[in-house]
C-alpha cells in the first residue's frame, strides 16, 4: 500500500507534510490504528502489500488504486498501468477499471477529456481490463489533470501471492531496468530542460519509455509464474528499487543484500539521472519487477523470461530474519538509503 507526502511526527502533529509517499512508520501507525479486518477480507493493507484481496460468494477479487501525478500527458495510460501492475504482482489478472478524473479549471477542453478516455480505453484493452466506471470533474486547485485509477481483478485458482511470501534463500530477480517510469516522465515534463543537452531524437526515445520498454509488468508477472514457483513479487514505484527492496523486506520479515553492478540501468535512464544529479535507485520504477523465487528456480524464471523477450537478471538475495537492507558497492556491503521521498520531486516539485 503506497500513500503519497511525507512527513515525521506522531499522529495529530501539525508539522507540514512533504511531496512523496508517507514515512513508513507513520504508515504503519495509521494502518495499525485506523485499518480494521472483515468477514472477506484476505489480503488486507500493510507495508509492501500491492493489492487488496476480497472474497465474496467464494471468488477472489484483487483490489487496487493507484492515483497519476507526476504526468501532464498520456495520464490516462498510465493510471492502468500502474494499478494493473499491482494486481499482477499478487497473481491476479487485471479484469475491471475506474476512474476518477479531476480536470484543471480554466484549462481543460473537451478534447482534453477525450484524449483521457481514449488512453483509458486503449491501456485497458492491452491489459485485459475494461473500463466500467468512476467520475470526472472540472476541478479548481488542480493545475494539471489527476486521474486516480481503482482496478479490480481476478485469480484463476486460489494462489496468491504477497510480499510477505519471500523467504530465506530466495533469489531475487529484477527485470528490464530501474528508473524505466523516471526516465519517461522527465521527457515529457521538462523537453525545454533537457533540449539544452540531448538531441530531439533523444528526449523523444526517452518520452518513449513508457511504451518501451514500457511501465507494464503484466507480462513480465505472467510469465514468471509460468516458470513458478514464485514466492513473491513486488513492483517498485515511487521511491524506486530502494524503497521496494526495503518494503519487501518489512513484508516478508527478512533481510535483503542486493549488488549495485548487478542492477540494470538503461543507458537513456543513467544518462538523464546523471544530468540532473539524482540516484536512480530512489526514482519511480515502475516497469521493472522485483521477484523473490526459490535460488533453484531462478534459473528457470529467467529463462522462461527470456523466451517472451523480457530481459532479466539475479541481482541479490533474501537473507535471514530482520528488516533491513543492504547493498554491496565495489565490494564492500552498506545499508541501502531508503527513499521515501522519490527523487523525481527534486526536480518536479
Avoid at 157 to 168: C, F, L
Avoid at 169 to 185: C, F, M, N, P, R
Avoid at 247 to 267: F, M, N, Q, R, W
Avoid at 279 to 289: E, R, T
Wanted: glycine share 12%; net charge positive.
Amino acid at each position: 500500500m503506497t500513500v503519497r507526502s511525507g512527513a515525521t511526527g506522531k499522529d495529530g502533529d501539525g508539522e507540514p507534510l512533504k511531496t512523496g509517499k508517507l514515512p513508513v512508520k507513520l504508515l504503519g501507525r495509521l494502518l495499525k490504528k485506523y485499518a480494521g479486518s472483515a468477514r472477506g477480507l484476505v489480503v488486507g493493507p500493510s507495508i509492501g502489500m500491492d493489492a487488496a484481496v476480497l472474497e465474496i460468494n467464494g471468488t477472489l477479487i484483487a483490489a487496487k488504486s493507484d492515483p497519476v501525478t507526476f504526468v501532464s500527458d498520456n495520464s490516462g495510460e498510465y493510471a492502468v498501468y500502474v494499478n494493473a501492475n499491482d494486481i499482477a504482482v499478487m497473481g491476479g489478472a487485471p479484469r475491471w477499471f475506474l476512474a476518477s478524473v479531476l480536470l484543471p479549471e480554466g484549462k481543460a477542453t473537451a478534447r482534453t477529456a477525450a484524449n483521457i478516455f481514449r488512453q483509458l480505453n486503449s491501456a485497458c484493452s492491452e491489459v485485459g481490463a475494461v473500463l466500467c466506471g468512476g467520475h470526472t470533474e472540472v476541478t479548481p486547485g488542480v493545475s494539471r489533470p489527476i486521474v486516480t485509477g481503482h482496478m479490480l481483478g481476478t485469480f484463476k485458482g486460489r494462489k496468491i501471492i504477497t510480499s510477505a511470501g519471500a523467504k530465506k534463500g530466495d533469489a531475487l530477480i529484477l527485470t528490464k531496468g530501474i528508473a524505466i517510469e523516471a526516465t519517461s516522465v522527465i521527457a515529457r515534463e521538462l523537453p525545454e530542460e533537457l533540449s539544452k543537452a540531448f538531441s530531439q531524437t533523444f528526449i523523444n526515445r526517452c518520452a518513449r519509455y513508457f511504451k518501451d520498454p514500457g511501465i507494464s509488468v503484466v507480462k513480465d508477472a505472467a510469465e514468471a509464474m509460468k516458470s513458478g514457483p514464485i514466492n513473491a513479487m513486488h513492483d517498485p514505484t515511487e521511491g524506486g528499487l530502494s524503497a521496494a527492496l526495503h518494503e519487501l523486506s518489512i513484508a516478508c520479515g527478512c533481510s535483503i543484500t542486493v549488488e549495485k553492478d548487478l542492477i540494470e540501468v538503461l543507458p537513456e535512464s543513467r544518462a538523464l539521472c546523471d544530468y540532473f544529479g539524482i540516484d536512480p535507485l530512489g526514482a519511480i520504477s515502475s516497469g521493472a519487477l522485483l521477484i523473490s523465487a526459490p535460488l533453484s528456480r531462478a534459473g528457470k524464471v529467467i529463462e522462461g523470461l527470456r523466451a517472451a523477450s523480457i530481459k532479466s537478471a539475479v541481482i541479490g538475495r533474501v537473507e535471514g530474519k530482520g528488516r533491513s537492507v543492504r547493498i554491496i558497492v565495489d565490494g564492500k556491503t552498506k545499508k541501502l538509503k531508503h527513499f521515501e521521498r522519490d527523487e523525481l520531486t527534486r526536480i518536479l516539485v
